[in-house]
């Protein structure tokens, strides 16, 4: 591998050019061809601007100008008023308002040189270029190893990095289905809180044997959904080997993270904001094993009140009496009457978020509390 990174550095230059076709991307000193090709169009135009001092001092017209398009390649370009001087050896190729165009035979034969040699060298780099990419790639199962490699490392570095920074501790994980996480904090949130804010952090303890389902409500903005998303966030970088915003967290092996977060339609298909929620909750009822983890977000919002209540009470019960499913769930909602479920199904355990009212004002606290909201 040392040889091959060698004969890159070798080879390519420090800056290459975004495209190939550009040429200028293999180094001096590597194709004695593709130097000689090379040097005749780099002193293109040092030849042009002495071959039109000469021109204008042997002519005596200081005006003459060496110019190139596509069309007649390089050319002399002399103005009218000095035109008589003009010696027969110059043809002429076209007149203008203010001036005529001629070419010499000296100039079409340097012409051909340097565009002869532009094309040259350009395509003789392609083909060292060409030739080193065939033996990089004979090399490609190694330079995969080497970026996944450096991948994996670059990822436990930022692992690390963040976990020193931001105070993370290293989770527990093991083969049971509790979750227990002490002071749990959203990673992305309380970054962005401004300074004189700091973020409340939470706890939580589930279980697919005595605490499956957490039924939370609480006024709208109080954080529930942010709560739902932490939980969600902290299993999940405690499963990928990354340390967890928490004081302590024990996480009891998960299979599936499922979410029903937010509220989208798919128009282009016809489906509404209700029937995408419902083709979501279904793939969810259909996939969830006891070793998941289930976060819903206000389900039933996308119908009306009383069908979106009676949809949300029928997942709560299908969760709780099927044993293949009995996945640990976090049912975050703003249908007040499920708080009922917690005497009905003894798996079920109410939760709200904490607010305080202040004469005409609500606080929100941010806090996760045992019980059920009153309103």
């Not at 003459?64 to 110059?90: A, C, M, Q, W």
């Not at 340097?110 to 270029?129: C, H, P, S, W």
Request: aromatic residues 8%.
């Amino acid at each position: 591998m040392s040889v091959m990174e060698t004969r890159i550095g070798e080879m390519i230059v420090d800056e290459p050019p975004v495209s190939v076709k550009e040429g200028g991307f293999i180094r001096d000193g590597v194709d004695a061809d593709l130097d000689e090709s090379r040097g005749l169009a780099r002193n293109a135009k040092d030849w042009l601007v002495k071959y039109q001092k000469e021109e204008r001092e042997r002519l005596g017209i200081p005006s003459l100008k060496v110019s190139y398009n596509k069309v007649f390649g390089y050319y002399i370009d002399i103005t009218h008023t000095h035109k008589e001087r003009v010696p027969d050896s110059y043809m002429r190729k076209q007149t203008l308002v203010n001036s005529e165009r001629f070419i010499t035979p000296e100039l079409k034969e340097y012409e051909e040189k340097v565009l002869g040699a532009e094309e040259r060298y350009t395509a003789r780099e392609y083909e060292i270029f060409d030739a080193l990419r065939r033996d990089v790639l004979n090399e490609a199962a190694d330079f995969q190893a080497i970026a996944a490699g450096l991948a994996e490392l670059d990822v436990l570095n930022t692992f690390a990095y963040v976990a020193y920074e931001r105070d993370y501790v290293r989770p527990e994980i093991n083969q049971s289905t509790t979750i227990e996480i002490i002071a749990g904090r959203h990673p992305v949130i309380e970054r962005l809180l401004p300074v004189e804010d700091s973020f409340i952090p939470n706890d939580l303890k589930i279980s697919a044997e005595h605490d499956q389902i957490l039924i939370i409500t609480g006024p709208n903005m109080a954080g529930k959904s942010t709560y739902l998303r932490q939980i969600g966030l902290i299993v999940l970088m405690a499963q990928v080997g990354c340390f967890v915003p928490a004081r302590s967290a024990k996480i009891g092996l998960v299979d599936r993270i499922f979410t029903r977060v937010g509220a989208a339609d798919n128009l282009a298909r016809g489906e509404s904001t209700f029937l995408v929620e419902m083709n979501e909750t279904a793939n969810i009822l259909n996939n969830a094993t006891q070793r998941s983890l289930i976060l819903l977000d206000e389900i039933g919002r996308g119908t009306s009140t009383y069908d979106g209540l009676a949809i949300a009470w029928a997942i709560v019960e299908h969760l709780h009496a099927h044993s293949k499913i009995a996945a640990r769930t976090l049912f975050a909602t703003h249908y007040h009457e499920l708080v009922a479920l917690e005497k009905l199904l003894e798996r079920v355990k109410n939760y709200n978020v904490a607010v305080k009212e202040y004469g005409d004002k609500v606080i929100f606290l941010r806090k996760i509390i045992p019980g059920g909201a009153d309103k």
